[in-house]
């Protein structure tokens, strides 16, 4: 059993299936509607129980998931959805022990999936250049995890270059996340900072940016073909006779490529890199 201590963050769910997330401290109250639970309440209760209001209100007392806790926390820039940062771990192939270059760290949303992904074992580093975003992101990052030993934050432009290098200069990286507006000026840097057969990944929201990445990407001769793609994530409602999609969704989100770092030679002039719809004309 997984029982609400102290300090913790949990979430109360409503009928409607709506989220308060509240960290509990004990003597305080949460108010809802003119209702209130003393957080005392829910202390010693454990996750997943039914919880009542001052004047009789039920609501469902939770540890959030990941995606729950990410949707709720305090935002600077826009996070990523849960669909894509689920995507972007099996796209990525970030795995226990992975060492991973990010930027940049925004709300700290896929920071929070790539450290669940790579395990204490594995390690991940964060540029940004804004205080601002890089503050809400640290306490959102410590105020689920604790003290994060394997995660290094650094105040850089991820356009300048990445510096961390291994012994005698080699690549340090094994996989290579970008969540910033000009992916296509990192391809190179992640070229070099990638160890062979590491993996890049960039996440942009337009279509003219996926070009220059994509672009970018074939220019560098330093990856295999690589993959973009988006995903479409739509819920149903299912009631009764009355089974099929949920009226609203989120229809835009960004568009995801990935790449893998390759030995130098197999892809530059490669019939494959010829434009067959051209060719066509
Ligand atoms: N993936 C994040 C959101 C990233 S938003 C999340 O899920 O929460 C994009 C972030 O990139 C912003 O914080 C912005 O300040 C940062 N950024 C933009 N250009 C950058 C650069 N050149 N180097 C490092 N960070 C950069």
Redesign the pocket.
């Given at each position: 059993m997984k029982i609400f201590q102290e300090g913790d963050r949990v979430h109360l769910m409503d009928h409607k299936g709506r989220q308060y997330s509240l960290t509990l401290k004990p003597g305080e109250t949460f108010q809802y509607s003119g209702e209130i639970i003393p957080h005392d309440e829910l202390i010693g209760k454990s996750d997943g129980s039914l919880v009542s209001f001052s004047r009789g209100k039920a609501m469902l007392a939770l540890y959030p998931t990941l995606s729950e806790y990410?949707l709720k926390m305090p935002?600077?820039?826009?996070?990523?959805y849960p669909k894509d940062?689920a995507i972007i771990c099996m796209w990525a192939d970030v795995y226990p022990g992975a060492r991973v270059f990010?930027?940049?760290?925004?709300?700290?949303?896929?920071?929070?999936?790539l450290l669940r992904a790579v395990g204490e074992r594995g390690q991940v580093v964060?540029?940004?250049?804004?205080d601002d975003?890089?503050n809400i992101?640290l306490k959102?990052i410590a105020r689920y995890h604790g003290a994060t030993p394997n995660f290094t934050l650094h105040k850089?432009?991820?356009?300048?270059g990445i510096l961390e290098e291994g012994q005698e200069g080699q690549p340090w990286f094994d996989r290579v996340i970008l969540?910033?507006?000009?992916p296509w000026?990192?391809v190179t840097h992640a070229a070099t900072a990638l160890r062979l057969g590491g993996m890049y990944l960039s996440?942009v929201p337009t279509i003219p940016q996926v070009m220059k990445t994509v672009e970018a990407i074939q220019d560098s001769g330093q990856f295999g073909e690589s993959e973009t793609f988006e995903t479409l994530y739509r819920t149903w409602n299912i009631k009764g006779r009355s089974v099929r999609p949920d009226h609203r969704m989120i229809a835009h989100s960004g568009f995801i490529t990935v790449a893998r770092k390759v030995e130098k030679g197999m892809w530059n002039n490669h019939p494959l890199h010829s434009d067959p719809d051209l060719e066509k004309e």
């Amino acid at each position: 059993m997984k029982i609400f201590q102290e300090g913790d963050r949990v979430h109360l769910m409503d009928h409607k299936g709506r989220q308060y997330s509240l960290t509990l401290k004990p003597g305080e109250t949460f108010q809802y509607s003119g209702e209130i639970i003393p957080h005392d309440e829910l202390i010693g209760k454990s996750d997943g129980s039914l919880v009542s209001f001052s004047r009789g209100k039920a609501m469902l007392a939770l540890y959030p998931t990941l995606s729950e806790y990410t949707l709720k926390m305090p935002r600077g820039a826009q996070v990523l959805y849960p669909k894509d940062l689920a995507i972007i771990c099996m796209w990525a192939d970030v795995y226990p022990g992975a060492r991973v270059f990010e930027a940049g760290i925004g709300s700290g949303a896929l920071t929070l999936a790539l450290l669940r992904a790579v395990g204490e074992r594995g390690q991940v580093v964060s540029y940004e250049i804004r205080d601002d975003f890089a503050n809400i992101a640290l306490k959102n990052i410590a105020r689920y995890h604790g003290a994060t030993p394997n995660f290094t934050l650094h105040k850089r432009d991820a356009y300048e270059g990445i510096l961390e290098e291994g012994q005698e200069g080699q690549p340090w990286f094994d996989r290579v996340i970008l969540d910033l507006p000009e992916p296509w000026r990192v391809v190179t840097h992640a070229a070099t900072a990638l160890r062979l057969g590491g993996m890049y990944l960039s996440f942009v929201p337009t279509i003219p940016q996926v070009m220059k990445t994509v672009e970018a990407i074939q220019d560098s001769g330093q990856f295999g073909e690589s993959e973009t793609f988006e995903t479409l994530y739509r819920t149903w409602n299912i009631k009764g006779r009355s089974v099929r999609p949920d009226h609203r969704m989120i229809a835009h989100s960004g568009f995801i490529t990935v790449a893998r770092k390759v030995e130098k030679g197999m892809w530059n002039n490669h019939p494959l890199h010829s434009d067959p719809d051209l060719e066509k004309e």
